[in-house]
């Protein structure tokens, strides 16, 4: 398995400039998420989804977009970037959204620059 | 509000000796999970340990414990007998049950430094 795989690793985007961050899990994850981690923030929930079909918003969920048409794919969509968008971006997903003992399993991260 | 929070922007410990990372969290759901996880400066995220809300025993997995104190809303993470390895960023999360939709929430971290 190859886990959570997340791409690309680094991008560099203009301001208003529009992008798509890939997210794919191949462990049959009902629940998928995406964060933002900024330094002395920790992370922060973007959106998440509860399955195909069904999304919803996060903590910080303004500019991003997302959609989950298969249970594999989650891609995180950034509508018109901005400087505030400069982030470490990561991809999670677990076995189950019901229950609260569902371990996260991370991507690997995808570090995003906006100038 | 703050549901997560960790005090401890950065710590320091001697190799071998042990160390205890604070959180402390706030929810009125009574159901509910806790979560430590170690970001090394590689940028992965890995999985430590597990406390449930419900469980009556401290989570322990190998040189982790999870010093659960329901009362208080404490879910602090003890490294025994720390290891060069263990300097990373350490983040505290909670999932809550129906009440927060089941979305995790995260601390903003503590960095431990591990001095030979």
């Known amino acids: 398995n190859a886990g959570v795989t997340q791409t690309p690793k680094f991008q560099v985007l203009k301001t208003g400039q529009s992008m798509t961050l890939q997210c794919a899990q191949d462990?049959?994850?009902?629940?998928m998420s995406w964060y933002r981690q900024d330094p002395g923030m920790g992370l922060r929930l973007i959106h998440y989804s509860v399955g195909a079909g069904i999304t919803d918003q996060g903590e910080v969920p303004n500019g991003y977009n997302v959609s989950r048409s298969t249970t594999e794919d989650f891609p995180l969509r950034l509508l018109s970037a901005a400087p505030s968008q400069t982030s470490v971006y990561f991809c999670?997903?677990?076995?189950?959204?019901?229950?609260?003992?569902?371990?996260?399993?991370f991507g690997p991260g995808t570090r995003l620059t906006v100038l | 509000a703050q549901k997560i929070t960790q005090t401890q922007p950065g710590m320091f410990v001697q190799e071998k000796e042990a160390v205890t990372l604070d959180c402390t969290y706030d929810?009125?759901?009574?159901?509910?999970?806790l979560f430590w996880y170690k970001q090394p400066s590689s940028g992965e995220m890995i999985f430590l340990i597990y406390?449930?809300?419900?469980?009556?025993q401290n989570a322990t997995e190998g040189r982790y414990s999870l010093n659960f104190q329901k009362a208080r809303k404490s879910a602090n993470l003890v490294i025994s007998a720390s290891q060069l390895g263990d300097s990373a960023m350490y983040f505290c999360?909670?999932?809550?049950?129906?009440?927060?939709?089941?979305?995790?929430?995260f601390g903003a971290g503590t960095r431990l430094f591990v001095k030979a």
């Open positions: 999360a909670m999932r809550e049950g129906s009440t927060g939709g089941f979305k995790t929430i």
């Open positions: 929810t009125s759901d009574p159901s509910y999970g």
């Open positions: 462990m049959n994850h009902e629940y």
């Open positions: 406390q449930g809300s419900y469980d009556q």
């Open positions: 999670a997903s677990s076995y189950q959204w019901t229950g609260v003992y569902n371990e996260q399993f």
